[in-house]
């Protein structure tokens, strides 16, 4: 083969026969094993252990951080669920000015004893979608508090 | 070793200065564009308009690692150092873009998602993609015989296209904080209003002349490199 094709046309086909299966295996390991979050669901199902580091991803829960007496200068109250599964999370330090309901979030911390999930650090999701602002509307891809 | 035809025709460097003329008259329409005219996102306000720089300056990435991709494949195929001149010229303007979407993404990411980074799939596989084109550049360096590096830097350059792919992908293959594509997806049109779409394909226009433009000049210069270096080729 080496003589009919060419050196060069061989070391062609081998570098990419490499580069599908070093895209192949990353495909699939990227699927499996690279974890930036979790959803509640998953959480619960593989029973994360209380004061393990861990990020938790969903949907900030509609009506959980409506109320103004929940925003006290220790520590901000939410619910993320994923539909399924709700986690209340206590939340310590800087809030986006992003986080909203309905809407995605993502945070680290660690779950306590009680169920809650102290959260030391709150990250806003914003989806795919933009729309320029309706007078008087709130998109329909957004709810605001 | 086989002698190779340097084009002796002069077009290309006499369109030049109007690529580059047109490149910038583009960039300032686009930029007006963006910052004034486009409107406000209802959600994110007016951080969004960094739209406009990021997502051009990433799909030109991408379009310029292909281009290594196929002058890798060029060079393998047939020696022509045309090939290796468009290649590491395309690597190195890959890099740059790559570099500045990653600080455009992190301006805007503070204001919304509320860091500077983490370690999600699309900003990890973004980061491994810069890191492993600075190491073709690298890679380039390691060798004075010019058939040589050139081989080794094409087997590097068929490889590393990989991650091109994997990086638009991610945020579609695991939990992901980067929202999932707006406009290069699979279901429905682009999810922006019309003249924000408007707005991002004049930019995706005049980043594409400045693309070209800097491709032109740089292949031009490597091409002198290698006539004042390589006599033999």
């Known amino acids: 083969m080496l003589d009919r094709l060419g050196a060069r046309r061989v070391l062609l086909i081998a570098a990419l026969g490499v580069a599908v299966l070093v895209g192949a295996l990353a495909a699939t390991n990227l699927q499996s094993q690279v974890v930036y979050y979790l959803t509640p669901s998953e959480a619960k199902a593989q029973g994360v252990a209380v004061g393990q580091t861990v990020r938790l991803g969903g949907l900030v829960k509609k009506g959980s951080m409506s109320s103004a007496d929940l925003r006290n200068a220790n520590e901000f109250r939410f619910v993320?669920?994923?539909?399924?599964?709700?986690?209340?999370?206590?939340?310590?330090g800087a809030i986006p000015g992003l986080l909203r309901e309905d809407a995605g979030a993502v945070v680290q911390g660690a779950f306590v004893a009680d169920g809650t999930?102290?959260?030391?650090?709150?990250?806003?999701?914003?989806?795919e979608v933009y729309t320029a602002p309706t007078a008087g509307a709130t998109p329909a891809h957004r709810t605001a508090p | 070793m086989t002698e190779t035809t340097i084009p002796r025709g002069n077009t290309l460097p006499r369109?030049?200065?109007?690529?580059?003329?047109?490149?910038?008259?583009?960039?300032?329409?686009?930029?007006?564009?963006?910052?004034?005219?486009?409107?406000?996102?209802?959600?994110?306000?007016?951080?969004?308009?960094?739209?406009?720089?990021?997502?051009?300056?990433?799909?030109?990435?991408?379009?310029?690692?292909?281009?290594?991709?196929?002058?890798s494949v060029g060079w393998l195929w047939t020696k022509n150092p045309l090939f290796d001149a468009v290649a590491v010229?395309?690597?190195?303007?890959?890099?740059l873009f790559t570099g500045l979407f990653l600080?455009?993404?992190?301006?805007?990411?503070?204001?919304?998602w509320g860091v500077w980074w983490t370690w999600e799939p699309r900003l990890v596989t973004t980061a491994i993609m810069f890191v492993m084109y600075v190491g073709y550049l690298l890679l380039r360096g390691l060798s004075t015989d010019f058939s040589r590096r050139a081989t080794?830097?094409?087997?590097?350059?068929?490889?590393?296209?990989?991650?091109?792919?994997?990086?638009?992908?991610?945020?579609?293959?695991a939990n992901s904080l980067h929202q999932l594509p707006t406009v290069l997806r699979a279901?429905?049109?682009?999810?922006?209003?019309?003249?924000?779409?408007l707005t991002l394909m004049v930019s995706l226009f005049a980043y594409t002349l400045i693309y070209a433009y800097f491709m032109s000049a740089r292949v031009s210069l490597e091409r002198a490199r290698q006539r004042r270096l390589w006599t033999q080729i």
């Open chain 2, 15 to 71: 369109i030049r200065p109007w690529l580059g003329i047109a490149a910038a008259a583009s960039f300032v329409v686009a930029s007006v564009m963006a910052l004034f005219w486009a409107p406000t996102d209802a959600v994110q306000g007016n951080v969004y308009r960094i739209l406009y720089v990021h997502v051009p300056l990433a799909w030109l990435a991408y379009l310029a690692f292909v281009v290594v991709f196929l002058a």
């Open chain 2, 103 to 112: 600080v455009a993404g992190s301006i805007w990411a503070k204001p919304t």
């Open chain 2, 152 to 173: 080794r830097a094409a087997v590097f350059g068929i490889i590393a296209v990989i991650d091109v792919p994997i990086v638009h992908l991610s945020v579609l293959w």
């Open chain 1, 117 to 127: 999930f102290q959260a030391t650090q709150v990250i806003a999701k914003h989806d």
């Open chain 2, 89 to 95: 010229s395309s690597a190195e303007i890959g890099v």
């Open chain 2, 187 to 197: 279901g429905g049109a682009p999810a922006l209003d019309s003249s924000m779409l």
């Open chain 1, 80 to 92: 993320i669920t994923d539909g399924s599964v709700d986690v209340q999370i206590v939340a310590t």
